[in-house]
């Protein structure tokens, strides 16, 4: 099946300070993307669909300038947390849509990126 | 948005078979069923999905009544690893539309 990796798996920064985190579609080409956010013991929040070569759709409530969508190609996209404050401290996780045989979309998750903001 | 409505958490013992419903009494002609089973600190991971009667594969059954407007995944002789939350989503053709609601956080007991 289609894979989809994130780098890095888990990472610790201090207040203020920017970090970035890969979404790669391994084995196929991704013209959508999605990111999420999920915080313990809850469900999985959408933050916004990243499409490529065009800006980003964030959901309501979600501030595009602190979090930064990037996907340049059709294997990679980027969320670059700006100024990151303990409260963006969370699990965040991307998926890449499929159009299989039928024409029908699927959507593969990657593995998390767990990040910590001290 | 179709909501969906599952049961919060389900307790079962290894060698049962697991039987978890969804409701998505507003779903949409084009939306399509889809279950995703998550374990801690993990993505989530794509189980069964089906339109309507039954779909079945090597892991999970997918039981969807003629009027769709709930569905039930079967999970036949649960294990221990079989422990983690269970998504239903409700989503169009072209994937969009994915909300996720709480899911079911099976716990399977020995």
Known sequence: ????????????????????????????????MFWYRQFPKQSLMLMATS?????????????????????ASLTLSTLTVTSA??????????????????????QYFGPGTRLTVT | LAKTTQPISMDSYEGQEVNITCSHNNIATNDYITWYQQFPSQGPRFIIQGYKTKVTNEVASLFIPADRKSSTLSLPRVSLSDTAVYYCLVGDHYG??????PGTRLSVLP
């Open chain 1, 85 to 106: 404050h303990p409260e963006d401290s969370s699990f965040y996780i991307c998926s890449a849509r499929v159009r299989d045989l039928t024409s029908r979309y699927e």
């Open chain 1, 1 to 32: 099946g289609a894979v989809v990796s994130q780098h890095p798996s888990w990472v610790i920064c201090k207040s203020g300070t920017s970090v970035k985190i890969e979404c790669r579609s391994l084995d196929f080409q991704a013209t959508t």
């Open chain 2, 96 to 101: 969009q539309n994915f909300v996720f609601g």
């Open chain 1, 51 to 71: 499409n490529e070569g065009s800006k980003a759709t964030y959901e309501q409530g979600v501030e595009k300038d602190k979090f930064l969508i990037n996907h």
